[in-house]
């Protein structure tokens, strides 16, 4: 599995990024209102936190078909997501401050974190399975996605919620 995992979950989560990224506005709903709903910096935290997981979910079924063993699955998903978005906003906030948002850019540094951060979940996935890492995981998972959520629905007016194009936090009224 090595190299195929990083490799494939790469690919996977960087295109799993652009259905996220346009989910909530090609069916707004309440439903959809966990994806990102502007373009704020918080709401792109949505983003590198849901393509992840949807894309692993994908690639448990495909390795599991295939016959791979995979420990520590949730665990790691947590650890390199929490990772990536840290690494993701180490490397973009100095260059958005300077330069503004330049799409090239944002997703040159989106990509080298997904592979940075996908190494690291191999790495983790391949450690001896701990079911109480994963249980702990899972519970997070769906704290995270209460946090993202009630965030999104009552942001505070700081500039990492307020989107650039619009001036306005959160969903749209």
Do not use: C, Q
């Amino acid at each position: 599995m090595d190299r195929k995992f990083v490799i494939y979950n790469t690919i996977l989560t960087f295109i799993m990024g652009f259905l996220v990224h346009g989910m909530y506005g090609w069916f707004p709903s309440a439903i959809t209102s966990i994806f990102p709903v502007n373009e704020s910096l918080f709401e792109h935290v949505k983003l590198i936190y849901l393509s992840p997981l949807f894309s692993s979910i994908i690639l448990y079924f495909y390795f599991k078909h295939k016959g791979y063993g995979i420990s520590n699955l949730i665990f790691g998903l947590i650890v390199s997501t929490m990772f990536n978005i840290i690494i993701f906003y180490l490397a973009y906030l100095p260059l958005y401050r300077s330069y503004g948002a330049i799409m090239w850019m944002t997703l040159l540094i989106y990509f080298i974190t997904i592979i940075l951060s996908n190494y690291l979940y191999y790495l983790i996935i391949i450690l001896p399975n701990s079911k109480r890492l994963n249980i702990i995981s899972s519970i997070m998972i769906i704290v995270i996605l209460g946090i993202l959520t009630y965030f999104t629905y009552h942001p505070e007016k700081i500039e990492f919620f307020r989107d650039p194009e619009t001036h306005t936090y959160g969903i749209k009224k």
